[in-house]
């Protein structure tokens, strides 16, 4: 049973995680945090904006993995860039038995363990296989969010909407833990549910997004924005082909067609996609895991990507550019 849980990265996805699980009766939650966002939570708790309004939630936080010792669950929730650097941490608080939920956008470095196509790499994610060293997929279940949140100050969270979170064992197949973990989700408010692949839900989450995350980063332009120039919404349809491809070959078919994805986004109004506000916040932003893994997979695998190419070029030189 899991009633020691830890989360690392106390951001908009984590800070929304870690505040729900803190109101399980008999859950021990703690954070691992730094700087800004340990001393906000010390002195004000972990603060959520959420359906108009404000709670703060005591939370134990520490910089220091090992005064919170090993825990049941871990819960990673960092952007893409921080996972090498917090991976010895997360294998700090590991006992034999724990098991680590990944919250992530893009390809993880776990990604090729559950597919059907031996022998795939990724090593734009994770060189040399460092993380996968101090992390295992074997330890890992992968956990897909439908939510959308963004930090409004250091340890205050704000939920905008959504709260679906899809898991799954990430070497593949049905198992006890996940089943528990789902429980545990559901019954701290959150829409979770097992799923037979979390590969498939990871890459459908990417082909949704690999597109308008980078493509506002580039242009500050909202995704209405995006789709409403009819150059540039080709520009994106072309790329989602180009990566249905790449899903059909490593058993992540896509059943919709981009125009279909295209409608959902619209939907969402003038959302502000994450990668846009990491860069006005001056932030580190997810181009391995949203761009440069699928394109290492679409190399490996003979596939043509000369969109995709193109928009990880344009997206490469943008971010060496505002530094």
């Given at each position: 049973?899991?009633?020691?849980?830890?989360?690392?990265?106390?951001?908009?996805?984590?800070?929304?995680?870690?505040?729900?699980?803190?109101?399980?009766?008999?859950?021990?939650?703690?954070?691992?945090?730094?700087?800004?966002?340990?001393?906000?939570?010390?002195?004000?708790?972990?603060?959520?904006?959420?359906?108009?309004?404000?709670?703060?939630?005591?939370?134990?936080?520490?910089?220091d993995p090992a005064e919170l010792?090993?825990?049941?669950?871990?819960?990673?929730?960092?952007?893409?860039?921080?996972?090498?650097?917090?991976?010895?941490?997360?294998?700090?608080?590991?006992?034999?038995?724990?098991?680590?939920?990944?919250?992530?956008?893009?390809?993880?470095?776990?990604?090729?363990?559950?597919?059907?196509?031996?022998?795939?790499?990724?090593?734009?994610?994770?060189?040399?296989?460092?993380?996968?060293?101090?992390?295992?997929?074997?330890?890992?279940?992968?956990?897909?969010?439908?939510?959308?949140?963004?930090?409004?100050?250091?340890?205050?969270?704000?939920?905008?909407?959504?709260?679906?979170?899809?898991?799954?064992?990430?070497?593949?197949?049905?198992?006890?833990?996940?089943?528990?973990?789902?429980?545990?989700?559901?019954?701290?408010?959150?829409?979770?549910?097992?799923?037979?692949?979390?590969?498939?839900?990871?890459?459908?989450?990417?082909?949704?997004?690999?597109?308008?995350?980078?493509?506002?980063?580039?242009?500050?332009?909202?995704?209405?924005?995006?789709?409403?120039?009819?150059?540039?919404?080709?520009?994106?349809?072309?790329?989602?082909?180009?990566?249905?491809?790449?899903?059909?070959?490593?058993?992540?078919?896509?059943?919709?067609?981009?125009?279909?994805?295209?409608?959902?986004?619209?939907?969402?109004?003038?959302?502000?996609?994450?990668?846009?506000?990491?860069?006005?916040?001056?932030?580190?932003?997810?181009?391995?895991?949203?761009?440069?893994?699928?394109?290492?997979?679409?190399?490996?695998?003979?596939?043509?990507?000369?969109?995709?190419?193109?928009?990880?070029?344009?997206?490469?030189?943008?971010?060496?550019?505002r530094l």
């Amino acid at each position: 049973m899991m009633k020691d849980v830890c989360i690392v990265g106390l951001g908009a996805i984590g800070g929304w995680l870690a505040a729900h699980l803190s109101r399980v009766a008999g859950l021990n939650v703690s954070a691992l945090a730094r700087g800004d966002t340990l001393a906000a939570v010390r002195e004000h708790g972990l603060r959520l904006d959420s359906g108009g309004a404000t709670s703060a939630t005591p939370l134990r936080v520490s910089s220091d993995p090992a005064e919170l010792g090993p825990q049941d669950l871990v819960i990673l929730a960092v952007k893409g860039p921080a996972i090498a650097g917090v991976a010895a941490q997360v294998a700090q608080l590991c006992g034999p038995h724990t098991r680590v939920l990944t919250a992530l956008n893009g390809l993880p470095w776990w990604f090729t363990a559950g597919l059907p196509v031996p022998g795939l790499t990724l090593n734009s994610v994770d060189p040399d296989g460092r993380i996968a060293a101090l992390i295992p997929p074997e330890r890992v279940i992968g956990c897909v969010v439908h939510a959308s949140c963004f930090t409004q100050a250091p340890g205050w969270v704000s939920h905008v909407m959504g709260n679906g979170l899809l898991i799954g064992e990430a070497a593949g197949g049905p198992s006890e833990a996940v089943t528990e973990l789902a429980v545990l989700l559901a019954g701290a408010g959150f829409g979770a549910r097992p799923v037979d692949s979390i590969q498939r839900e990871v890459f459908y989450k990417l082909w949704g997004n690999m597109t308008t995350n980078p493509v506002s980063a580039l242009t500050r332009a909202t995704t209405d924005r995006i789709l409403a120039d009819a150059l540039v919404c080709e520009f994106t349809t072309a790329i989602m082909r180009e990566a249905a491809v790449i899903g059909e070959r490593v058993g992540c078919p896509i059943t919709q067609t981009p125009q279909d994805r295209h409608v959902i986004t619209r939907s969402l109004g003038a959302f502000k996609t994450s990668m846009l506000q990491d860069i006005e916040a001056g932030r580190a932003i997810e181009i391995d895991a949203l761009l440069a893994a699928p394109r290492e997979l679409a190399q490996q695998l003979g596939v043509a990507t000369p969109m995709l190419d193109a928009l990880l070029g344009l997206t490469r030189l943008m971010d060496v550019c505002r530094l």
